[in-house]
């Protein structure tokens, strides 16, 4: 659930969607796996969202959860309680850097 997003080791759903779009946005059939899709990303500025997750909500994740895994993720990110993400906000803010004309519609929850 709270994948890395430069990493293979596991993947959430978002990511799942943010790569098969890296595919999709690559030149043709360049990209042929996760790992050279996670490459387009970097080399063309994706920048994944930041959630802050508190040791004890960590703790609790891993104990209800056989999704949630963290050991993906870095040691500084561990030590700060701040990990790197694929929302849904960061994958639109990619595509909006990759075509500066298009206009992405938000939905407002109220």
Known sequence: MISYPFSTRYQNSNQWV??????????????QNRFQAQAWLKENG???????????????????SPHVHF???????????TYLVVTVESIMKMLERQDPGLKLHRLRLQ
């Open 71 to 81: 050991d993906d993720h870095t040691e500084e990110e561990e030590r700060y309680s």
């Open 18 to 31: 943010l790569e098969v779009t890296a595919a999709a946005l690559g030149p043709e059939n360049m990209i």
């Open 46 to 64: 994706f920048e994944p969202s930041r959630a802050h997750i508190g040791k004890l909500r960590r703790v609790g994740a891993r104990m209800f």
